[in-house]
């Protein structure tokens, strides 16, 4: 009979940790520990009952130690607590002996990607982030059709996504550009990551809009031009939008529209069989979209000079 894979869990009781558990257990594996500042791990229920479970690290700290040295270890830690923390949690779990799987945005500094390397080098374990959309087989079929296309051939891409958010986002962490790394590392880093994945090296990244819910830009790649927003400002839903709908989610290459929108809840189970096949995401792979993300956050705001996504202009009356 085979062992389960054991896991711990850190940030239990935030909006994606049930992505996490449902992983887990649907490849197999069996959660041993999880740790959380906030008791609300209700959903814990769902998966895994038995789980011990911690509100104090230094009490999951010890747990995690005295596993490894009772022998029954654990073999990942999942990360799902604030962006701000990725990179100590991940370097806790390296040197507590277990690989990492972290959400994104893995860090919120290139360099911290060097710390981890080097951390890395000094345990012999592993970092592993959630790139879920190089998964997705809209994106993968798409990948695939670009490749095929003549060798000069740079494509035309427009990328809209806004995801309504209240009040409450801006008094979270979520809010705090030096805990999240702002609007567009916070809820559009996985899609940056895309255009790379897609259309090759950046080789051009303006700003043309950047305030504390909406962000909108110019990317060329080696293979696209890419005019790009993001807002989680309601009042930037575009006006077809269906009553009662929060979140429009729109990529077109040469003016043909990618569905991608399925399938987003079972991306997570397909990334951790990945790693658990040795196929998982590395430091390597993050570095582009963070180097990105990390020059929206700090570029200066530059003149559209006819590259602006045609939503800016809306953006500019409101």
């Not at 490894?68 to 040197?95: E, M, T, W």
């Not at 409450?168 to 996985?190: D, L, P, Q, R």
């Not at 700003?207 to 909406?214: E, F, K, L, N, P």
Request: hydrophobic letters at 40%; glycine letters at 8%.
């Amino acid at each position: 009979m085979t062992t389960p894979t054991r896991y711990a869990l850190i940030g239990a009781a935030g909006y994606i940790a049930p992505r996490h558990l449902k992983a887990i257990r649907e490849t197999g594996g069996t959660l041993v520990s999880a740790y959380d500042i906030n008791d609300s791990v209700g959903i814990m229920d769902s998966h895994f009952p038995d789980a011990a479970f911690h509100t104090e690290f230094e009490q999951f700290e010890s747990h995690i130690h005295g596993l490894r040295q009772a022998g029954a270890g654990v073999d990942y830690v999942a990360i799902c607590s604030p962006n701000y923390l990725h990179k100590a949690h991940s370097a806790f779990a390296l040197r507590a002996g277990t690989d990492a799987i972290c959400e994104k945005p893995l860090v919120l500094h290139a360099a911290d990607l060097d710390a981890l390397a080097t951390i890395e080098a000094e345990t012999g374990k592993r970092v592993y982030s959630i790139l879920q959309l190089r998964l997705h087989p809209a994106i993968i079929a798409l990948r695939e059709k670009i490749h095929a296309a003549p060798a000069g051939k740079v494509f035309d891409v427009d990328l809209s996504y806004i995801t309504s958010r209240g009040a409450w986002y801006h008094a979270s962490w979520k809010g705090f550009e030096h805990k999240s790394g702002g609007i567009a590392t916070n809820i559009g880093v996985h899609f940056y990551d895309m255009l790379h994945f897609l259309f090759g090296a950046n080789t051009k990244n303006m700003i043309h809009h950047r305030s504390a819910d909406t962000a909108a830009g110019y990317l060329e790649f080696d293979r696209a031009r890419v005019r790009w927003m993001l807002s989680i400002n309601r009042a930037n839903l575009p006006a077809q939008t269906p009553a009662g709908q929060t979140t429009y989610r729109s990529i077109t290459v040469d003016g043909e529209e990618i569905e991608f929108s399925g399938g987003f809840t079972d991306l997570h189970t397909l990334s951790y069989r990945h790693v658990l096949q040795g196929k998982g995401f590395g430091l390597s792979d993050v570095r582009p979209a963070i180097e990105m993300v990390e020059h929206i956050r700090h570029a200066p705001v530059q003149p559209t000079q006819g590259a602006a996504h045609p939503a800016l202009a809306g953006l500019a009356a409101r």
